[in-house]
């Protein structure tokens, strides 16, 4: 079980995204919690200001550090109050200028019971708010969004699939591309001929031993043609891979 709390202007986006198909029907289950808490509605300002023009100048405006301080507070003191936890949750700030998320990055996150991720808009936030609460900086690649919610929707997608329970077969988290550390083997599903392609003959043998030994095959042809750095990995941990 874990409980994902995304610190966000836009809550309504996340919340829609995040709620739909497998997700959406574990969190009904309880297999995972989803809140998006509105950074706006802790803001000290009184015409319910979040952002501000930066010191030094330059163009596009930032947002302050109050609110999304008090945002941060408000899960924080949920938290302690409503589990008895001591309060020591990583915060993920998204941000082009993270270390890229990869799936051992989601192994890991999956490990945890809370994990609070704060998008930024705009020019992003002030660092010192940032310095304060943020244990760990992740970019989904590089290149620059108009906000970190897709970032953090793409990041809650792949951990919430690791909690047991959310899949409906949790092997499949196993047997799937990155899960061993090659890319997984082509599959097949009926008719058994399409558009004159039959499917390999292998796969129909019943003779899983066989069929086995050829999706490793696949998998090694296919990640040594598609992604040679993978293979290259792979390699050094299994020498016997020819
Ligand atoms: N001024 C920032 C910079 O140059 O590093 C970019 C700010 S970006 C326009 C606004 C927000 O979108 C960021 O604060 C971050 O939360 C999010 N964002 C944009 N690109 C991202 C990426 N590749 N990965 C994760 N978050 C990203």
């Not at 079980?1 to 995304?6: A, C, D, E, L, T």
């Not at 010192?128 to 760990?136: A, C, H, Y």
């Amino acid at each position: 079980m874990i409980n994902f709390h995304i610190l966000t202007l836009f809550p309504e986006m996340v919340m829609q995204g995040l709620h739909t198909s497998i997700l959406g029907r574990a969190a009904e289950r309880g297999d995972i919690s989803i809140e998006a808490v509105n950074i706006r509605d802790y803001t000290t300002n009184k015409h319910g200001r979040v952002d501000d023009y930066t010191y030094g100048g330059g163009a596009g405006m930032l947002m302050q550090a109050q609110p999304v301080y008090d945002a941060y507070r408000a899960v924080i003191d949920h938290v302690s109050q409503n589990e008895n936890k001591n309060k020591s949750a990583r915060v993920i700030y998204l941000t082009p200028q993270g270390k890229t998320f990869c799936q051992e990055m989601a192994q890991d996150l999956a490990k945890e019971e809370e994990l609070i991720f704060l998008c930024g808009h705009y020019e992003g936030i002030d660092e010192r708010v940032l310095e304060e609460i943020v244990t760990d900086e992740v970019s989904i690649g590089d290149y620059v969004l108009t906000g970190g919610e897709l970032p953090a929707m793409v990041m809650v997608d792949a951990i919430a699939r690791l909690v047991p329970g959310v899949l409906h077969n949790d092997e499949s988290a196993q047997t799937e591309s990155f899960g061993n550390g090659l890319l997984e083997y082509p599959q097949y599903s009926r008719p058994e001929i399409w558009h004159d392609k039959q499917v390999p003959q292998v796969l129909l043998s019943g003779d899983h031993a066989k069929v086995d030994a050829w999706r490793l095959e696949q998998s090694l042809l296919r990640t040594r043609e598609r992604r040679p750095d993978l293979y290259e990995k792979y390699r050094e941990k299994h020498p016997e891979t020819t």
